[in-house]
Structures are given as C-alpha cells and as structure tokens.
C-alpha cells in the first residue's frame, strides 16, 4: 500500500515538479513579462556605492546585474531558452509615494506585464501621507492592474511590506563606521539622525505596522495580488546591506537579500 503524503509534503513535491517541467509545456507556467513599480529602492539609487543615479540594472526586481539574482534573472532562468521574459522597470527615485502608484501601474498595463512587483511606501511612512489616503490611493493602483486585458493572463501583483525604517537606523547606529556619519550629522528617513527620542522611534514603528496592516487589507481584496506577508518589514538586516554613498539606500548585497527573500514569498504564487 502506497503511504499518503503530508499536505507539506504533498506541496513540496508538486513545486519541485513544476520547477523541473520544462515551462514551455505550461500555458500557465511562471511570468513571461515583469515591471517593476516603486520609488528609488526599486530603482536601485545608490546601489554601487558611488553614484546615486538610478541603476536598474541592479534593482532587486528587474536587474540585470548577476550580483544581484533578480527577479528577472530567475524568472529567465526557469525560462531558459523556451520562452523570453520582458521586462520594464518604471520605479523612480523621485519623492514617489502611494498617490503615484496609479500611473506606474498604467504604464505597467500597457506594457502588458504579468508580473508587477511594487515597492512604495517609506515616503509615506515619514511624510505627512494619512493612512486613509494611503489605503485609497493603494486600492486605486491595484484595481488599474486588476482591471488589465480580460483576454490575457491574469496579472499577479507581489506588494511588498514597508521597510522596517527603525531597524534599518539601529543596525547602522551600532555600526562603527556609519555611525561616525550620524554623529557629523547624518540623518536617514523619518529624521532618524543621530540622537532620536525613544517615543519618536516608537511613533515611527507605530505607523510602519499601521501602513503594512492596510496593505495586507487591501491587497486581500485584488485579485491575485499577494501581499508578501511582512517580508521586506522582517528582512534580517546588516549594515553591508547599505550603500556607503548615503546609507538609505540598498547595497549590491541588500538588493540580493531582498531579491532572494521576496522571490522565496512570491515563488509558489508564481506558479499557481
């Protein structure tokens, strides 16, 4: 008698054959077209260390940079030679907050992409956005990309959580090196320089949760839109993952990290 496999097990099983099927015997195999939406984490400001021009090249989403194992790249990888993956990258590093998610996602519409990662929300977080703008210009974006071409593949919508603003400060503040920048007067996003007031640390993580808890809320109500469950909030953080050009920004090593840890949330959803 063959013995029954555990539900864990049985999922485990049927996303290692659906990665080892060749995609092109799927007709709703994994994304063949990606855009990448958001502000300048997405477009990789500052990601070399040196300059801080966008380098989309480098973006955790849609680069093309091997260092960083984008989404793109892995997408392409499952691919290989059957099907070719589309790209566009429409992040800015521009002061993008949630009332330009509308437009980027009409841009993404007609570029036609099945897959659209977005990453938008820590100028809101430390401006003056409030939380029911937030949570209505969000579900405005989202329902342009629900409501795409009918006759094609449904688009999927990977929503990343807010960075945890406060974490990124302290791992830097601990840091021997970025903190000689704090004390000649640095200061990261959410005024989080070097001397902040505790209850100014605990207004910020208060509202960082508030804007994640909207986002899982009204993602829930899109279809096929995962929110990616807190993971770029929770992402174990390290100074290197910080661009020594402005320590606001994401290094090579953090865009991988954020690659690897949002691709790990989205992969089974990729496959549905």
Not at 92 to 118: C, E, K, P, W
Not at 197 to 216: C, G, I, Y
Request: net charge neutral.
């Amino acid at each position: 008698m063959t013995p029954r496999l555990g539900f864990a097990a049985a999922i485990l099983m049927a996303l290692v054959a659906a990665s080892a099927a060749s995609p092109a015997t799927h007709n709703d195999g994994p994304p063949t077209s990606i855009a990448a939406l958001g502000d300048s984490i997405t477009a990789a400001a500052c990601a070399n260390g040196v300059s801080c021009a966008d380098a989309p090249s480098d973006s955790w989403s849609t680069g093309t940079n091997p260092a960083v194992q984008s989404h793109l790249l892995r997408l392409q990888a499952i691919w290989k030679n059957h099907r070719p993956v589309r790209a566009v990258n429409l992040a800015s590093d521009a002061d993008i907050t949630m009332a330009n998610l509308a437009g980027q996602a009409r841009q993404a519409r007609n570029f036609r992409a099945n897959y659209v990662t977005i990453e938008i929300g820590e100028n809101d977080l430390c401006g003056s956005t409030p939380i029911a703008t937030f949570r209505s210009e969000l579900k405005r974006g989202l329902d342009v990309l629900a409501s795409g071409d009918a006759h094609g593949p449904a688009t999927k919508i990977l929503l990343l959580s807010v960075e945890n603003i406060v974490a990124h400060w302290r791992v830097l503040h601990d840091d021997p090196v970025a903190r000689k920048t704090f004390e000649a007067g640095y200061s990261l996003d959410c005024a989080l320089g070097d001397q902040v007031p505790k209850t100014w640390l605990a207004q910020t993580e208060r509202r960082n949760r508030a804007l994640n808890t909207v986002e899982a809320q009204v993602c829930s109500t899109v279809p096929y839109c995962l929110y990616d469950g807190g993971t770029y909030y929770h992402l174990p953080l390290r100074a290197a993952y910080f661009s020594t050009a402005d320590y606001q920004h994401l290094s090579l090593a953090g865009q991988r990290a954020l690659a690897a840890a949002e691709w790990k949330a989205a992969l089974k959803f990729l496959y549905d």
